[in-house]
């Protein structure tokens, strides 16, 4: 497949969880496929900071976790065009899907779960997550995936072609 130069725009960004750096000319394709996942990304609760007495850790790891099906129902309609390759917006989302947010979903997700199930009567999900001895381990971590994340819109909004 061809590219026309004339939409072609030369993008070089630094990647979250230790992916490094990608440079290529990315066309209108990845472009439009960039701005897509940048909106996605920016608008969830899950890349905002949650403050001590803001929000519920279920929120935030559900909006996580439909980043999958919703990064990939972007990909699938760009098609091949956004590649699979270190260079390429594809590549770059497979990965920050497979090796950032695939190990900390699977970490925290069942581990919430359980304690969810001890939920008792009349507390509310917000008052018996604080009652959690992981919970501290869990806002920092979700912090630092957070600012991670924040490296992947920023990597994204260059791609786009917008201001971050």
């Not at 061809?2 to 990315?26: N, T, Y």
């Not at 990939?72 to 917006?89: D, F, M, Q, Y």
């Not at 009652?131 to 994340?149: A, D, F, H, T």
């Given at each position: 497949?061809?590219?026309?130069?004339?939409?072609?725009?030369?993008?070089?960004?630094?990647?979250?969880?230790?992916?490094?750096?990608?440079?290529?000319?990315a066309d209108q394709t990845e472009?439009?496929?960039?701005?897509?996942?940048?909106?996605?990304?920016?608008?969830?609760?899950?890349?905002?900071?949650?403050?001590?007495?803001?929000?519920?850790?279920?929120?935030?790891?559900?909006?996580?976790?439909?980043?999958?099906?919703?990064?990939?129902?972007?990909?699938?309609?760009?098609?091949?065009?956004?590649?699979?390759?270190?260079?390429?917006?594809?590549?770059?989302?497979?990965?920050?899907?497979?090796?950032?947010?695939?190990?900390?979903?699977?970490?925290?997700?069942?581990?919430?779960?359980v304690w969810e199930t001890q939920?008792?009567?009349?507390?509310?999900?917000?008052?018996?997550?604080?009652?959690?001895?992981?919970?501290?381990?869990?806002?920092?971590?979700?912090?630092?995936?957070?600012?991670?994340?924040?490296?992947?819109?920023?990597?994204?909004?260059?791609?786009?072609?917008?201001?971050?």
């Amino acid at each position: 497949m061809e590219r026309d130069p004339a939409v072609l725009k030369k993008v070089s960004v630094s990647l979250p969880f230790g992916l490094g750096s990608a440079e290529w000319e990315a066309d209108q394709t990845e472009r439009h496929a960039a701005w897509s996942l940048y909106v996605e990304l920016v608008t969830r609760i899950s890349i905002q900071p949650l403050g001590q007495e803001e929000g519920i850790f279920r929120e935030a790891l559900d909006s996580l976790y439909s980043l999958f099906e919703t990064t990939r129902e972007i990909l699938k309609e760009a098609g091949p065009g956004v590649g699979a390759s270190h260079n390429s917006v594809g590549g770059i989302a497979i990965a920050v899907l497979n090796q950032g947010l695939r190990p900390f979903v699977t970490k925290w997700h069942p581990s919430l779960e359980v304690w969810e199930t001890q939920r008792p009567d009349g507390v509310s999900s917000k008052e018996h997550e604080k009652q959690w001895s992981e919970e501290p381990e869990l806002r920092k971590e979700l912090e630092v995936l957070g600012k991670e994340l924040n490296k992947y819109a920023q990597a994204l909004a260059q791609v786009a072609g917008v201001e971050n």
